[in-house]
């Protein structure tokens, strides 16, 4: 199975966030170096001389902010994940791994969160009771910088953290893909969105009519699929067999992992994650820079200038859009910036008044 080109066909095309752009606008031509509040001189027509080194300088910050694609983890909690993984429950596993990721990823990414079945705080937890075939609802809303907000329901064996829920014989699959494909519709966003459901079996029930859990859980993920929603299964040490599983069928429709140790599992999904944070490469703006001016960034507490590029198949940055409120970091930088705990991108507009009182916008 071809999992890494799947899961980048799924997510690199789609170049996420608390993290801050700070453009500042520069006048002058580097003469008189940065700051500097000099009158400019005149020539003996009253102009401006190109030729001035007593260019004024002003700044304005922009704002600009990273886009952030919204990510559900499912989380299986049933008896199926109870088993061990290389002398580590599967459950507790999963647990970990997902801590680490979203602690990695958190400020590109909003991450949200549904187990199944669910604990006693979930407002579904009533409606669970009465049937065993049931999933929580998404208890973490997708946001940016959640670990503080996952970590609790995650690690409900943890001391002080909401009760674990009761092992149920039942892996509700197609509840919990149901949960979400349902939160998605009743909660509309422009961001890019994706669901990871973390199991360790198949399909076991369906709370339909027709009880077919292998073909309403498939029907579920397609409706995700439909939606535009990006997927992948994660199965934690199971293997399911690749003829007759429905695991392997609804892992089909987006990326299937199977990991058979723990660092697999923190492999497969950082593989999936990044691939997805890659759409904080992107950073809008509200701000229109000036025509007259020239863009430099630089990222983290580096003076070095990341290089301009043509297109975004290059290493560097390029203007995202025409009207320059978008700009694309792209290759290893992106890479970089993916890769870090960034709160903001140091930028700067620069703009020389030495041409004429009208060369550069008066900004108060």
């Known amino acids: 199975m071809l999992r890494r080109a799947a899961v980048l066909g799924i997510a690199l095309p789609l170049l996420a966030c608390t993290e801050h752009v700070i453009i500042h606008d520069m006048w002058g031509d580097g003469s008189a170096g940065p700051g500097a509040d000099a009158t400019p001189a005149r020539d003996a027509t009253g102009g401006f001389s190109a030729n001035d080194a007593f260019c004024k300088y002003q700044y304005r910050p922009l704002a600009f902010t990273p886009r952030a694609a919204q990510l559900v983890f499912l989380l299986d909690r049933s008896v199926y994940m109870q088993s061990s993984f290389n002398g580590t429950p599967r459950e507790i596993a999963a647990e970990m791994a997902l801590v680490d990721t979203i602690a990695a990823y958190q400020s590109k990414v909003k991450f949200g969160f549904e187990q199944f079945p669910p604990d006693s705080n979930d407002r579904a937890y009533t409606d669970c009771q009465r049937n065993t075939c049931c999933a929580g609802s998404v208890i973490v809303d997708p946001k940016p910088n959640a670990s503080k907000a996952m970590n609790g329901p995650i690690e409900c064996d943890q001391m002080g953290n909401p009760p674990c829920p009761t092992p149920g014989y039942d892996s509700a699959s197609f509840a919990a893909l149901a949960q979400v494909r349902d939160y998605f519709k009743s909660h509309p966003s422009g961001d890019d969105r994706y669901a990871v459901l973390v199991t360790a079996s198949e399909p076991s029930c369906s709370s339909l009519s027709d009880g077919d859990a292998c073909k309403d859980a498939l029907a579920a993920a397609n409706d995700l699929g439909n939606m535009g929603v990006g997927f992948a299964v994660v199965s934690v040490g199971y293997q399911p067999d690749p003829t007759t ?3 392997v069928r609804i892992g089909n429709t987006g990326t299937l992992y199977t990991p058979l140790n723990s660092y697999a599992l923190a492999t497969d999904l950082d593989e999936f994650v990044s691939a997805v944070a890659r ?3 992107v950073l809008d703006s509200n701000d229109v820079p000036p ?6 960034v630089s990222m983290g507490t580096s003076t070095t200038a990341i290089p301009q590029v043509d297109s975004p198949d290059q290493n560097g940055w390029s203007f995202a859009n025409s009207a320059h409120t978008s700009i ?10 993916v890769g870090s705990q960034f709160n903001n991108i140091s930028a700067g507009d620069y703009c020389s008044t030495c041409g004429g009182p009208s060369a550069c916008p008066q900004w108060q």
Do not use: Y
């Open 328 to 337: 694309t970091f792209s290759g290893t930088w992106c890479d970089q910036f």
């Open 279 to 281: 759409t904080g490469c």
């Open 245 to 247: 599983s429905c695991l």
């Open 291 to 296: 025509p007259q001016t020239q863009l430099v």
